[in-house]
């Protein structure tokens, strides 16, 4: 039990640290009443730009690379969101319209430049990716050690760090009651002499660092280059993560956390002899089935923010 | 200068129309001043300017004799000017305390928001004003009388010195009404002005000074109260004579149309909200159920239309039990029915005025053969209905989203009378209309009676059930508890009964036994 | 107040394409190409000849189908993510059927868009029967169902349909939209029947969603399910009903390429990008069916002609993606362009 | 390419486009069409343009004049970029992966005057020569090299999609662990993508936490999470013994983690060599119209690579070299499918 779990852990661990940072972005711009689609696209941009920063700068920042390299992901992100903001927020385009658009901005800039930069469709590997460690002290305790402390991605454990700041600011603070005030009901907010429009504009900023930062660390964790299959379908799972945990911080980790398990489970069961004679597709499909089921059984309804999806124009009933 | 505020000369354009065109309005300090006009007036609109909402295109607007420029809600906040939304301006899914602070929250050292002093600070204004709400209870957990108090503390909180309130009383009972005038003369007595938006003259008579009169949205003068009646404002406002008793045969009630046993309906929570009612509704009468908001009246609605589960119990329409029908199947047994919130039930907002005309029968002929529909149909209907019933709409292609309120309103009675059900189930139909609306309404319902049909009337307004209803039963706590007439009972005995009070001790005699 | 909608309907859309065009022009001169040759490239690409156009007509097919799909959900207020996995679906089953029943044409090939329709609908189904009984959020089930039909898909082709192979055979004729007089006269592109097909679909939603009372509930579930309860509108029937036809359309557009394009079905390693590309044709195409046919008509000739760009150019393929999202973002941007438009009418005055 | 604005009114009918072209050795042209993986995969696309271009080296000939590939970027390019490549003349024309067999099917029938070649698979027609590789060979060898490096006795493959070619690659690889040690149990997982690295690196992680020191991936982009979780150990524990065992080209690179390498050996698939040799045959007059070529040892097209020489210690090389000999010798044959796999391994 314990070796099972200590194989399972730490890949559940790496597998959603991408998704939890992508989908925190998700709930502050959902919770904003912005709907983000494009998270897919935020993440290929952040993959993109930690990548080439990476690839470009491994001399000069040595072992810091890969952190400088997120932060100059999450910092790339945050701008190029503002593209999303600029059309849905001010231009009240349809967000979901605006959303699709950024996907496919993003995968084409990416491609582009990478074929322009690199004359060919793929970066090379990056030399100074993020690599395994223990965690000092706590990886020596007995039993839990082994399984959380050993051989993790420090990113990991930011991304957990990082779903409960983000429940505090959402939750506890002044920015973050007027944030969620603003994805409710935006003209009660506009009454109490909240800016709509700037409330929102941070909240889709926000999503856009955290989408690069999800992207940045996903290719830096886990795939090494940057191509145009190097992210695919995960902003898609980082926006179900947002749904399936209600677009409440500490939900949308915990569902990244369960698509996480559910991977990892249908991999190292082929491992568990009872179930190695499972036909191999049920165990592909075993994640997905295992979501809705969990979906239909005990989550069910999700109400998402009132105003999600809304434009918000000043004066309007 | 005496004048707390001066909106001079304001003019303010919608795309296709001019809600404010010239209009003038002075308040003095510590009066309460009223602004009456027809649906559709300016009102709002004049009221949402002063408060930054809306920039004019025209006019100035003055604080204490000092020319402002109010941009946004923030500014006129700054200059001590708080309004209440006709729509409340509450988000649901936070606490009481959550949304006055909303936009001022006090905080701790480290940032975080200082719920405790919020809450302290929330109670003491509520203990000086006696405006008594529950800090830590979620919006949609409380009455709607509640949140309107949350939404005057929400003014005061910040630090309001005039108060604007638009249409309070339009979704408030008897009872709340009461309490709000006694908040309003407590505000005075601090030292606030109120500008208040009612089309009750009988309350502007009651509580205001002075009143300014807006028709079209331009202003047609203002007025002391204590040199006029009732009589001429409205004929100010409207600018003709207005009967305010509504003039009626007496009824002549045929055959059982609605039936209804022991009713039981409860809740998502299992809790009863109606408790083993029974009611009967004939052909030729106004049956008026009278009750203070929250006694199951909205239960008792949906579990006769269909919109609601039934626990136990019958209903029959027309000798047929309908209990437990799906709405289509109900309204298909002859039931019309006028719903109590006219956004979330009545209307299609995003369908033109036409296609929300249809909304009831667009599966019959003539309005389509085999799921085809026929537009030329619908909209010859639309047209003559909104002729009939006076809807004021640029077209029939107008999204309903555009109309008033109280045109609104006038195209779901139009669409549901037109159907001449044998029943017609009115929720508070005049609400928020203006009182040519509801003069109009009242007798539509009294044309629908004496043409033989049944009508079952659910309103908060005393008055109107008193006016309209041929018969009253009172409801309390689930139950109907007493069956009067008009002839024989007045409101302060309603009132009692509404109460809870018994029939005995409310000195009425119960006309059913 | 309508005319100068119907005007801005036909001018935004046209200044966003041209404001995209300009935009990926300059792309093309700050990365050192030629936005002459790109663009005759891309011309070249997508009308250059015969070949070309037949082939241009070949992807806009399935990306019309797709596009009513999405729009079709959308229409009653539901987001269809699951276009993608209906066209897998629908592509097996139509080359399933294709290959397990044998009967003369007339029959066959109905049955083959038939069943391919119902394989989508069932996709379709699932998402919906959940949003409508429990209110799981149709977004993350359609998802799911993706990778789902994806996997499974591959499994019964390995398994079921061949012995361990990649590929199926190819179906008989008498299951076939191919057709050799199409192929002759486009120089053997691989144009089909079938978008005579999805341009009568597109007739068909029209129909179905303008002219019906079935659309009619459906656009009211949409707006407003509490009014289209009071008004006897069964709300979980019609939510589900929607999924199904957006289904049936998404699978059909699987049938495109089963029956259409390639006549076998493959294992895929990853997704069509049909269905994807399919929630940018409906959004682009204003969710109406008109929109649809001209967004799937743009979407198509700007990825065919791309083709060419590398070869004839030099120029990346991903250009034509910049330059479709700038396209998305602009008529997506109406708003603004409107305001410039009527600002400028009026300093015209 | 770009005088194709001139050709088109000639290309009406295929029948001339190719009639004179046999004899004209000097203006004898090639062009390939590559698979969703593109030009620079890294793996057989990059190969077989790398063949192309040396080919067009030798013979003074440019890209775009004389050789050129045709990039798809998904399953629909496949057509338009044969068409496209047709359309502009070239004489021979190859089409990279198993996944252009019926496209190519098609057009070959077509256009039976233009010459074709597809890698990685069969196809029926006179105009065509088919390419295909002794992988299961490659595999076979490095499967024995594995089976001498192990220490732990357990051995992984990761393969892309469950498909008769990686198959091959799959049987090769437990045939060879095998022959060397029938107790060496290898586990297979199947990641159902060429580029899905998440799912490789989950994989890999599985595996080697699990005992598991060799694997030997046949997958892509996927690989590149296997690589990225075995350089990760690596770098944690430099004292580790772990390997990667590459495919279709010298993975050594890959493998780079300080100064440390995981890259045991790859099993190189020379296309290029294919590409090459068959361009070159037909420039000769002597294309080997609708025969079915298979590359091998004997053609230098299957190679184990031994660039990481602290690993391939001379005994492993040797024991590699030995059962080569084997092979040529038609001593051993090595199964291709998981049919002649279980019957190999009976045989044992
Ligand atoms: N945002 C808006 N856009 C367009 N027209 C508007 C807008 N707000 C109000 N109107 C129109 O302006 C006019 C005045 O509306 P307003 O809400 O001020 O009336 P009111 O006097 O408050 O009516 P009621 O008594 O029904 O509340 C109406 O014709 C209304 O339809
Ligand atoms: N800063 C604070 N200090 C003390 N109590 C707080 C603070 N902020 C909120 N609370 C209280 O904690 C409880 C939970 O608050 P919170 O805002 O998290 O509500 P919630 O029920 O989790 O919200 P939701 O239903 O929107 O998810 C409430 O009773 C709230 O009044
Ligand atoms: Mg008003
Ligand atoms: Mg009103």
């Given at each position: 039990m314990i070796d099972i779990l200590q194989s399972l852990i730490p890949t559940v661990l790496f597998f959603s640290a991408p998704l939890i940072f992508t989908a925190l972005g998700g709930v502050f711009s959902e919770r904003s009443g912005v709907v983000n689609i494009g998270l897919e696209g935020l993440m290929v941009m952040g993959a993109f730009v930690g990548i080439v920063f990476n690839l470009t700068f491994a001399d000069v920042f040595g072992s810091w690379t890969p952190w400088v390299s997120i932060i100059v992901a999450t910092f790339i992100g945050a701008i190029f969101s503002i593209i999303h903001a600029v059309a849905s927020?001010?231009?009240?385009?349809n967000q979901v319209v605006s959303g699709v658009a950024i996907n496919m901005l993003a995968l084409g800039i990416g491609v582009y430049l990478t074929k322009q930069w690199y004359g060919k469709g793929q970066t090379d590997m990056v030399s100074e990716p993020f690599f395994r460690t223990d965690i000092p002290i706590?990886?020596?305790?007995?039993i839990i050690g082994p399984i959380f402390?050993?051989?993790?991605?420090v990113t990991s454990y930011i991304a957990i760090i990082f779903a409960f700041i983000a429940w505090y600011v959402l939750y506890r603070t002044p920015f973050g009651l007027r944030l969620r005030a603003v994805g409710e009901h935006p003209m009660a907010a506009d009454t109490n002499g909240i800016n709509v429009y700037r409330m929102r504009y941070i909240a889709v900023i926000l999503s856009g660092a955290l989408g690069g930062l999800g992207g940045s660390v996903f290719a830096l964790t886990i795939v090494s280059n940057f191509s145009h299959?190097?992210?695919?379908?995960q902003g898609f799972m980082a926006l179900a993560a947002v749904i399936f945990g209600k677009w409440h911080p500490l939900g949308a980790m915990g569902a990244a956390l369960f698509f996480g398990l559910a991977q990892s489970l249908s991999v190292v069961s082929g491992g568990i002899p009872v179930l190695?004679?499972?036909?191999?597709v049920f165990l592909l499909i075993a994640p997905y089935v295992l979501t809705i089921l969990a979906l239909a059984g005990f989550i069910g309804r999700a109400e998402a923010p009132?105003?999600?999806?809304e434009p918000y124009i000043k004066g309007s009933r | 200068m005496d004048h707390v505020i001066e909106m001079l000369n304001i003019r303010k354009e919608f795309p296709g129309i001019?809600?404010?065109?010239n209009i003038t309005v002075q308040v003095k300090q510590g009066e309460i001043h009223a602004l009456l006009g027809e649906n559709g007036a300016g009102k709002s609109t004049l009221m949402n300017v002063l408060f930054g909402l809306y920039q004019p295109e025209q006019g100035e607007i003055r604080v204490k004799g000092e020319k402002v420029n109010i941009t946004n809600p923030n500014i006129a906040n700054d200059y001590g000017i708080g309004m209440v939304h006709q729509h409340f301006m509450l988000v649901?899914?936070?606490t009481v305390t959550q949304n006055i602070i909303l936009g001022s929250e006090p905080t701790t050292k480290?940032?975080?928001?200082n719920i405790k002093k919020a809450e302290r600070e929330i109670q003491e204004l509520s203990d000086r004003y006696g405006l008594?709400?529950?800090?830590?209870?979620?919006i949609s957990d409380i009455s709607v009388g509640m949140q309107q108090r949350v939404e005057i503390l929400k003014t005061l909180y910040r630090g309001a010195e005039v108060l604007i309130f638009d249409?309070?009383?339009?979704?408030?009972?008897p009872q709340e009404i009461n309490e709000l005038i006694e908040i309003m003369r407590s505000l005075i007595k601090e030292g606030k002005s109120i500008i208040l938006i009612t089309h009750k003259l009988k309350e502007i008579m009651e509580v205001c000074d002075r009143c300014t009169v807006i028709r079209k949205g331009k202003g047609i003068g203002t007025v002391n109260i204590k040199d006029t009646t009732t009589n001429e404002l409205a004929s100010l406002m409207v600018g003709r004579e207005v009967s305010f008793h509504t003039e009626k045969k007496k009824a002549v009630p045929g055959q059982t149309i609605l039936e209804i046993e022991n009713l039981l309906v409860k809740d998502a929570r299992k809790?009863?909200?109606?408790?083993g009612l029974n009611l009967e509704v004939k052909a030729g009468e106004i049956v008026g159920i009278a009750g203070?908001?929250?006694?199951g009246q909205s239960e008792l609605i949906e579990a006769i239309t269909g919109l609601r589960k039934a626990n136990s119990g019958s209903i029959k329409l027309n000798n047929k039990a309908i209990t437990n029908l799906n709405p289509r199947k109900v309204t298909e047994s002859g039931l019309g029915h006028i719903p109590q919130d006219r956004h979330k039930y009545g209307?299609?907002?995003?369908?033109?005025v036409a296609e929300n005309m249809v909304l009831?029968?667009?599966?019959k002929k003539p309005y389509s053969k085999a799921t085809v529909l026929n537009f030329k149909e619908v909209y010859d209907k639309a047209e003559s209905l909104i002729k009939e019933y006076d809807v004021?709409?640029?077209?029939?292609?107008?999204?309903?989203?555009?109309?008033?309120g109280g045109n609104q309103q006038k195209a779901i009675i139009g669409r549901e009378v037109d159907r001449s059900p044998d029943l017609l189930i009115a929720a508070?139909?005049?609400?928020?209309?203006d009182v040519g609306a509801i003069e109009f309404i009242h007798k539509k319902l009294i044309e629908e009676r004496d043409k033989g049909k049944a009508i079952l009337l659910v309103s908060f307004e005393l008055d109107e059930i008193m006016d309209v209803s041929d018969r009253i039963a009172v409801m309390f706590d689930g139950k109907i508890v007493a069956n009067v007439t008009p002839e024989n009972t007045n409101e302060q005995q309603l009132g009692l009964l509404m109460a809870g009070s018994q029939l005995s001790e409310a000195g009425v005699h119960n006309d059913s036994e | 107040m309508t005319q100068n909608n119907r005007l801005f309907g036909i001018l935004v859309p046209v200044i966003s394409v041209l404001l995209g065009l300009l935009a990926g022009a300059i792309i093309m001169l700050v990365s050192g190409y030629s936005p002459i040759e790109g663009y005759a490239a891309l011309w070249n690409g997508a009308f250059g000849d015969a070949f070309t156009i037949g082939e241009t007509i070949r992807r806009i097919t399935p990306l019309i189908l797709t596009g009513l799909a999405v729009a079709f959900a959308f229409r009653s207020g539901?987001?269809?993510?699951g276009a993608e996995g209906q066209v897998i679906v629908g592509w097996l089953a139509a080359v399933w059927v294709g290959l397990a029943v044998d009967a003369p044409m007339i029959l066959h090939l109905p049955l083959v868009l038939i069943v391919a329709m119902l394989a989508g609908a069932l996709w379709g189904f699932v998402p919906g029967l959940l949003k409508a009984k429990?209110?799981?959020?149709?977004v993350i089930v359609t998802i799911m169902m993706n990778y789902i039909a994806l996997f499974i898909t591959n499994e019964i082709i390995r398994n079921v349909l061949t012995e361990q192979e990649t590929t199926t055979e190819a179906i008989p004729a008498t299951a076939s939209l191919a057709s050799e007089w199409l192929q002759t006269l486009t120089f053997f592109?691989?144009?089909?029947y079938g978008i005579l097909v999805a341009l009568f679909a597109a007739i068909i939603m029209w129909f179905i969603v303008q002219r019906t009372t079935i659309g009619y509930e459906l656009k009211a579930v949409g707006f407003n399910q509490h009014a289209s309860r009071y008004a006897g509108m069964n709300v979980s029937k019609n939510i589900i009903l929607s999924m199904v036809i957006s289904g049936a359309f998404a699978g059909l557009a699987g049938a495109m390429e089963g029956v259409?394009?390639?006549g076998t079905i493959s294992v895929m390693s990853?997704?069509?990008?049909l269905g994807f590309d399919g929630i940018a044709v409906a959004l682009l195409g204003s969710n109406n069916a008109l929109g649809v046919v001209l967004a799937a008509i743009l979407f198509g000739v700007l990825k065919e002609g791309a083709g060419q760009m590398p070869t004839?150019?030099?120029?990346?393929?991903e250009l034509v993606d910049i330059i479709i999202a700038l396209i998305i973002f602009f008529v997506a941007s109406s708003y603004i362009i409107r305001w410039f438009l009527l600002r400028f009418k009026k300093e015209g005055k | 390419a770009c005088g194709s604005g001139s050709d088109k009114e000639e290309k009406?009918?295929?029948?001339?486009?190719?009639?004179?072209?046999?004899?004209?050795?000097?203006d004898f042209s090639a062009a390939m069409v590559t698979d969703i993986?593109?030009?620079?995969?890294?793996?057989f696309n990059q190969s077989a343009w790398e063949g192309l271009q040396e080919w067009g080296k030798e013979n003074g000939l440019e890209k775009g004049n004389g050789f050129d590939y045709a990039q798809s970027n998904?399953?629909?390019d496949y057509i338009p970029n044969l068409n496209r490549l047709i359309r502009d003349e070239y004489d021979l024309i190859f089409g990279i992966g198993f996944e252009l067999k019926e496209d190519l099917q098609k057009v070959a029938k077509q256009y039976p005057d233009t010459h074709f070649a597809i890698v990685d698979d069969t196809i029926e027609a006179d105009n065509a020569v088919s390419i295909t590789f002794k992988e299961h060979i490659g595999s076979f060898l490095v499967g024995v090299a594995a089976a001498q490096k192990t220490e732990t006795n357990k051995l992984g493959f990761v393969g892309g999609v469950d498909s008769p070619l990686i198959n091959k690659f799959e049987s090769g690889f437990i045939a060879g662990a095998k022959s060397v040690n029938p107790d060496i149990e290898v586990e297979v997982e199947y990641?159902?993508?060429?580029?899905?690295p998440a799912k490789g690196k989950i994989i890999a992680s599985n595996m080697y936490n699990n005992g598991i020191d060799i694997i030997y991936h046949?997958?892509?982009?996927?690989g590149n999470g296997v690589f990225n979780e075995a350089k990760d150990i690596k770098q944690n524990d430099p004292e580790r013994k772990i390997w990667v065992i590459g495919v279709d080209r010298d993975q050594h690179e890959e493998g780079q983690i300080g100064d440390h390498?995981?890259?045991?050996t790859s099993m190189v698939k020379r296309v290029d060599v294919a590409v090459k040799n068959v361009t070159e045959q037909a420039m000769n007059g002597?294309?080997?119209?609708g025969e079915k070529l298979e590359f091998g040892l004997e053609e230098d097209a299957i190679n184990v690579a031994t660039t990481n020489e602290d690993a391939m210690t001379k005994e492993i090389v040797d024991s590699v070299n030995e059962w080569k000999e084997k092979i040529l010798n038609g001593d051993v044959e090595v199964p291709q499918t998981h049919e002649e796999l279980k019957g190999f391994i009976d045989s044992l």
């Open positions: 927020v001010s231009f009240r385009a706590l990886a020596d305790i007995p402390f050993q051989g993790i991605y299959s190097t992210i695919v379908g190695q004679d499972v036909p191999q009132r105003a999600n999806g | 001019v809600a404010n065109d649901e899914p936070f480290s940032g975080k928001i008594k709400v529950d800090p830590t209870a979620k249409e309070p009383t339009a979704v408030l009972t809790v009863d909200l109606v408790k203070v908001d929250g006694n209307l299609v907002l995003d369908y033109p009831q029968t667009y599966y004021r709409t640029p077209s029939a292609s107008t999204l309903a989203r555009a109309l008033s508070q139909p005049t609400r928020g209309l | 539901l987001f269809n993510i429990l209110g799981v959020h149709e592109s691989r144009m089909h259409g394009t390639y990853g997704f069509t990008n004839s150019a030099g120029v990346p393929t | 009406e009918s295929s029948g001339d486009s190719g009639s004179s072209k046999e004899a004209a050795n000097e993986g593109g030009v620079d995969d890294k793996s998904e399953k629909a990641a159902e993508s060429f580029g899905d046949a997958s892509g982009g996927t390498n995981v890259t045991l002597e294309f080997p119209g």
